[in-house]
């Protein structure tokens, strides 16, 4: 118990001579150190609320402003037009009494200085709000920019000039539109057009149309005033009841997955690698809180994207509900939760105030590796109860978990940064069947052995036996680009920033007086143990049926299919469709993820990749027609993608709105048999491309083996898959395809293959001069 009298700062004995008060001076310094660590992210936020207040504008142009109006009236004019002499005439009667005439003066000078600094900000800021409004530029063929587009990229550059902070934007993004109703059902029924037989289409229309006269406006107007009111329409009502109300577990239905490089492992050393990876997290999450990252924007504009998302990244627990889960988050924790071999540990990662070095996290995390106490009783696969159904869960956490060493345990894991496991399992491309391994580094990272993950944390980073790592992600408090970018830099800093000795071990020195991890204990009752087999049952029938399968496609990536003049996503997500058909004999409805981070709060739309365009362009191949023929179809198809991923990115989307309708008409107790039907639709084929945000952070071209492997999901209906991927370089697009084992009709390396083939069959059909290369054998380390 070494650990809890260190936690002690003093200790007191009464004796017959009086009280024998003992100080631990270590303990006082350490408190004193946190309170110092405390206090200066106190003032480093105010600073960052004034900056960001003040934005686009600086606190020191308050100084400008001052200095100018009092200059003028140094010159005997007076730039306020009688409001000086107006504000003096108002001051308080104690100033007139203790201040002289010229004092007087002076200050109400200020005073309106002030007033007229805060209404220029005021008017900057709106411009710039009316700014981030414009989205014709989206909208505008490659080369052929209009004039008003060109004045527009003008006026936004002179605004964002000053090096904004990572929520400098924030207020000035606008809300989120709501589409006018026709619009989003003449959107709909188009998008359905493919999938439809024409009874059936008949049968949709009416039911729209009835939807539009009857139930729809009304809707709308409680809809229209809720965007009046609320920062964004959607966001809330989307992460409660898409997420948070869901009853279901969260294992591979909801939470989702990144993977470390394709290639290579930085290091061998299991401690080594964790202990680079906390310390990279850790330094985003300083970054964050400090606001020192870069505004996210569209890439290759100036275009910002909304920043909210990253607030609860670090410090937070979904925490189950009987009706509804709720998401805590706490303020900055000076420790990590680990889980080894059955064992939850507390890992201490500040002392003193001071962020331990790599090295020194190292060294915690060997001890806990080295460490040989068995679990105790009911401790090794309580993880499971956050892979099961909520419910049950929530009941045994009220019952069992509200009070005494067990509340004390659970707080420990749910208010640490972040969940880490150390896994006694290797994964990684290795060996005789690399891709095999792959698929089961996948399947590992999904879902674990369903109890060594805690799948409630915001995320939870695995590192392997053999240095391989990854991540694993609740979905509620944020979207995969989020993740994505957090990933980026903690795989950059591990690699290139903080780096490793030449026997695999972190740099730095360290110091061995550090207080041991602590364990975490736990009082588990028959009826929590049965209730964790019982979880466990449900989560392994999940982790059985899915069916993963990755694979890097490096016949060519988008620097060849940008030669062909056509976007690499659109060319994807054709291929897809195409992939589809030949694998079902039909086509699907499809969902592809698109951001609305373009308004504030924005989340995700979906971009309804099979469209009548696309379907006839797959047709056409299938039934041989000519290869001009095709390439008009395809063209076609590509730019009627483009526009569909634009319209959603700016608001004009479908599924949201539908949504929102949806939500409305269950606060008001009436029925809609269009919505109903609607949202009850499967999403046979779900689809998201994993973005590369920070490419400047890899040396691709000097060290070509660190390629990111993304990352993936489960499948989202029965009979469906799962594809994500991600767009490598200029020559490697890495794809994820996910299925269930229980139904006969999908198989994802079947369905891999078929990707694989579309996408080498549209490159020939585009480039009939020169077949598709042939993929690229690669050292596998």
């Not at 999450?285 to 910002?304: A, H």
Request: aromatic letters at 10%; hydrophobic letters at 40%; glycine letters at 6%.
């Amino acid at each position: 118990m070494a650990e809890a009298h260190q936690a002690v700062a003093f200790q007191f004995t009464i004796t017959p001579e009086g009280i024998d008060l003992r100080l631990s001076y270590q303990a006082l310094n350490q408190i004193y150190q946190s309170g110092v660590r405390s206090w200066k992210k106190r003032v480093s936020r105010i600073r960052n609320r004034v900056i960001k207040g003040v934005y686009p504008a600086s606190p020191s142009s308050w100084l400008f402003v001052v200095i100018a109006i009092l200059a003028t009236m140094y010159m005997r004019s007076d730039p306020s037009m009688g409001l000086i002499a107006k504000i003096q005439q108002h001051l308080p009667l104690s100033l007139n009494v203790s201040l002289s005439a010229q004092g007087q003066t002076m200050l109400s000078a200020l005073v309106f200085s002030t007033l007229l600094w805060l209404s220029l900000i005021l008017a900057l800021r709106f411009c710039l709000k009316l700014l981030l409004s414009y989205h014709q530029w989206m909208f505008e063929q490659h080369g052929r920019v209009s004039n008003t587009t060109k004045v527009w990229v003008t006026l936004l550059r002179l605004l964002s000039s000053r090096k904004p902070l990572l929520y400098s934007y924030q207020t000035s993004l606008p809300h989120l539109p709501v589409p006018a109703i026709r619009d989003t059902l003449n959107r709909y029924l188009e998008s359905v057009r493919p999938l439809l037989t024409e009874p059936e289409f008949e049968r949709m229309t009416k039911l729209g149309n009835q939807f539009e006269s009857s139930l729809g406006n009304r809707l709308q107007r409680y809809l229209k005033l809720k965007a009046l009111w609320a920062t964004n329409y959607v966001s809330d009502w989307w992460e409660e009841f898409i997420y948070l109300r869901s009853r279901g577990p969260l294992m591979v239905n909801s939470n989702y997955y990144g993977m470390d490089f394709l290639y290579v492992t930085p290091t061998p050393v299991q401690a080594a690698r964790a202990g680079n990876t906390i310390t990279a997290l850790l330094l985003y999450r300083r970054k964050v809180n400090r606001e020192e990252l870069k505004p996210s924007r569209v890439p290759g504009t100036v275009i910002p994207l909304c920043a909210a998302q990253c607030e609860r990244m670090f410090n937070t627990t979904r925490t189950p509900g009987e009706e509804t889960d709720v998401l805590q988050h706490w303020q900055d924790s000076e420790f990590v939760a680990v889980y080894h071999k059955g064992r939850f540990f507390r890992l201490w990662v500040y002392l003193a105030g001071r962020l331990l070095c790599p090295r020194e996290i190292e060294f915690q995390v060997q001890r806990i590796l080295d460490e040989t106490s068995p679990p105790q009783t009911g401790e090794e696969k309580l993880g499971a109860l956050t892979a099961g159904d909520r419910v049950p869960w929530s009941h045994i956490r009220k019952q069992h978990f509200s009070s005494g060493v067990n509340k004390r345990s659970l707080d420990a894991i749910e208010r640490a940064a972040f969940f880490v496991t150390l896994d006694d399992e290797e994964q990684g491309m290795k060996g005789e069947d690399p891709v095999g391994n792959l698929d089961r580094y996948a399947k590992s990272l999904l879902h674990g052995k369903c109890y060594d993950r805690w799948f409630d944390k915001s995320f939870s980073i695995v590192i392997y036996k053999n240095g391989k790592s990854g991540l694993n992600a609740e979905h509620s408090w944020a979207d995969a680009p989020t993740v994505a970018h957090l990933w980026e830099y903690t795989l950059a800093t591990d690699a290139f920033q903080l780096g490793y000795t030449e026997d695999g071990h972190c740099k730095g020195e360290v110091d061995r007086s550090l207080p041991h991890p602590q364990r975490l204990h736990w009082d588990i009752p028959s009826e929590v143990q049965d209730q964790v087999h019982r979880s466990l049952a449900v989560a392994q029938v999940i982790a059985d049926d899915v069916d993963c399968h990755v694979f890097p496609f490096s016949d060519f990536g988008k620097g060849r299919i940008k030669k062909l003049r056509v976007s690499p996503d659109a060319f994807i997500q054709i291929s897809l469709q195409l992939a589809y058909y030949r694998d079902r004999g039909g086509f699907c409805l499809t969902y592809e993820a698109s951001m609305t981070r373009l308004f504030r709060e924005g989340r995700t739309e979906t971009v309804r990749s099979c469209s009548n365009e696309s379907s006839d362009f797959v047709k056409a191949l299938e039934r041989g027609e000519t290869q001009e023929q095709c390439r008009h179809l395809f063209k076609l198809a590509s730019e009627r993608h483009q526009n569909l991923y634009r319209m959603a990115m700016t608001g004009a989307g479908i599924d949201r709105h539908l949504f929102c309708l949806y939500v409305v008409s269950k606060y008001l107790g009436v029925e809609s048999p269009f919505l109903k039907e609607v949202l009850s639709e499967p999403w046979r084929l779900s689809t998201s491309q994993t973005p590369v945000q920070q490419m400047e952070l890899f040396d691709l071209k000097n060290h070509p083996d660190f390629v990111s492997l993304g990352g993936g999901f489960g499948p989202v209906a029965d009979d469906g898959y799962g594809v994500s991927y991600i767009i490598v370089g200029e020559d490697m697009i890495n794809f994820h395809v996910s299925s269930k084992l229980s139904c006969s009709d999908t198989e994802s390396h079947r369905f891999g293959a078929q990707i694989s083939k579309a996408l080498q069959d549209v490159m020939v059909l585009l480039t009939p001069d020169a077949k598709a290369s042939k993929p690229q054998s690669k050292k596998l380390l």
